[in-house]
């Protein structure tokens, strides 16, 4: 390829792109908060709009007990890290800085979080939502993913990484948003029927077959791929 050629390509890019984006590194994932708060206020004095976070952000103390009544201090319910419950949506960067998603994610992301998290559950249920078939927020490694199509969005179940890794089977596409969220409201119903304690959707699904599961589960709405 000519450099001239390079360099048309790489200015098309530039224009596709709408939103810059600068990623610190950050070594390990652990930083101060001196230099957190700083990092924050430089970011805002840039302009600098929204953070996307890989990942929960943890505050520590070099003692056994966090202060009390930190939720209603800062406006921000606390993550639960015990086994039991759904945990907090791993999402991509779909809509916040990365164009390539196929179908809206982001308002999904947060509409599943606002009705299922923290939800008491005998066993952790992990969901993961990726806005293409990149897969950069590996649904497929989560008890539920979601990974968005141009025909729709498609449903993985009984993934799971950790101790005994299982990668996640389809069990259909949805047209619809809602329709997902109708299907999570369904597998976390079917988990509190049939869950075990500490055991995750995977190993309830190897056991009882994901053919029962999908006749438990699954409504009109979803269509086979």
């Given at each position: 390829?000519?450099?001239?050629?390079?360099?048309?390509?790489?200015?098309?890019?530039?224009?596709?792109?709408?939103?810059?984006?600068?990623?610190?590194?950050i070594s390990?994932?652990?930083?101060?908060?001196?230099?957190?708060?700083?990092?924050?206020?430089?970011?805002?004095?840039?302009?600098?709009?929204?953070?996307?976070?890989?990942?929960?952000?943890?505050?520590?103390?070099?003692?056994?007990?966090a202060p009390?009544?930190?939720?209603?201090?800062?406006?921000?319910?606390?993550?639960?890290?015990?086994?039991?419950g759904v945990?907090?949506?791993?999402?991509?960067?779909?809509?916040?800085?990365?164009?390539?998603?196929?179908?809206?994610?982001?308002?999904?992301?947060?509409?599943?979080?606002?009705?299922?998290?923290?939800?008491?559950?005998?066993?952790?249920?992990?969901?993961?939502?990726?806005?293409?078939?990149?897969?950069?927020?590996?649904?497929?490694?989560?008890?539920?993913?979601?990974?968005?199509?141009?025909?729709?969005?498609?449903?993985?179940?009984?993934?799971?990484?950790?101790?005994?890794?299982?990668?996640?089977?389809?069990?259909?596409?949805?047209?619809?948003?809602?329709?997902?969220?109708?299907?999570?409201?369904?597998?976390?119903?079917?988990?509190?029927?049939?869950?075990?304690?500490?055991?995750?959707?995977?190993?309830?699904?190897?056991?009882?077959?994901?053919?029962?599961?999908?006749?438990?589960?699954?409504?009109?709405?979803?269509?086979?791929?």
């Amino acid at each position: 390829m000519k450099n001239s050629e390079r360099e048309a390509r790489l200015t098309d890019k530039k224009k596709k792109r709408s939103r810059a984006i600068y990623s610190p590194f950050i070594s390990a994932g652990v930083i101060p908060l001196d230099r957190l708060k700083k990092l924050v206020d430089v970011m805002e004095a840039e302009g600098a709009k929204n953070v996307k976070l890989g990942g929960e952000i943890i505050f520590v103390w070099d003692r056994p007990d966090a202060p009390p009544g930190l939720p209603g201090k800062t406006g921000f319910e606390s993550n639960q890290f015990k086994f039991g419950g759904v945990r907090s949506v791993k999402m991509c960067s779909a809509e916040t800085f990365c164009e390539r998603f196929q179908k809206p994610v982001l308002d999904l992301a947060f509409k599943i979080d606002k009705l299922y998290h923290n939800a008491r559950l005998e066993m952790k249920v992990m969901i993961g939502v990726a806005g293409c078939q990149r897969s950069c927020s590996e649904p497929s490694t989560k008890d539920i993913g979601v990974r968005a199509h141009p025909q729709g969005y498609e449903i993985l179940v009984g993934g799971s990484a950790g101790m005994n890794p299982q990668v996640g089977s389809s069990i259909g596409i949805v047209s619809t948003s809602d329709e997902v969220l109708e299907v999570i409201g369904a597998i976390l119903d079917y988990l509190k029927r049939y869950g075990k304690k500490n055991a995750r959707l995977g190993r309830v699904i190897n056991k009882r077959g994901i053919e029962e599961f999908k006749q438990e589960v699954l409504k009109k709405t979803v269509r086979k791929l």
